[in-house]
């Protein structure tokens, strides 16, 4: 065997070899640039419009993530959270304070109170949804720093969080949050609800343990989001349900089914 053929079979051994090998596969991630993009067009508002903006990676279940802050110049607040894998929407959390002008416009007319059933109509027309495709898990009416807002949450049929407060007199939403189902690593687009027969099993299990916790049966509930996620690499059930006026939030260990976080509050309070 010549030089020539010799190289070329150590060539062709080598990239058989190399190719045999386990190396991750690194797929393009968006710039913070992009980030910022996205971020802004999704709310509409103009970078020259801002007078802050901020952002910064961090990493959340394993997964690198970009956290994009920004406030408006009439005081609005946003912050979005994004997959820097591909740029999609995690969360975002929207404040418009007490400073909004066309807030305290719609005082000074002395606009009626508007309906609760309003309130969830606003809520639903924001997020685009339709009644008959959320499930409502919490709908009140409370006092926050002297004035009545109305307190809506609801997810929809794919698992996404809405929650929302919106201003009783003048039906303007002060803030809302949202956040997108969550994808189960290494399965895909699998969010809560839409899980393997595997998860939907620990759901089922993961609901037994907070009832017993409750001391209340299934029948005696409201069921939230019950979904998979996790924490520090470890597999958790987080949810919530309701009895009566109180709402129960709840992280359950999925290998021992035992509750590592429990909160309980009254909704009215």
Known sequence: MNKNMLSAAVCLASTVLISSLP?????????????????LGDSGI????TAWLHVKTGHEDGRQIYEVKFFTKAYVEYQYELLAD????????YDAGATLSN???ALKK????????????TALLHAG?????????????????????YDIEFYTKENQEYDFEIDAKTGIIINWKYEAAKAMPGSGEV?????????EDGIRQAKAAALQMAGLTDDEVTWGRVHPDYDDGKLIYEGKFFCGQMEYEFEIDAATMSIINWEVENIYD
């Open 23 to 39: 190396f991750p596969v690194l797929a393009a991630q968006i710039t913070e640039e992009a980030a910022k993009s996205i971020a």
């Open 46 to 49: 103009k970078e020259d419009d």
């Open 86 to 93: 591909d740029g999609s929407v995690l969360s975002i959390e």
């Open 103 to 105: 807030h305290q416009d």
């Open 110 to 121: 002395g606009t009626s109170v508007i309906t609760l059933e309003k309130a969830k109509e």
């Open 129 to 149: 949804a339709k009644k008959d495709d959320v499930t409502f898990t919490k709908t009140s009416s409370e006092l926050e720093d002297g004035r009545q807002v």
């Open 191 to 199: 969010g809560a609800g839409q899980t393997a027969d595997s998860s």
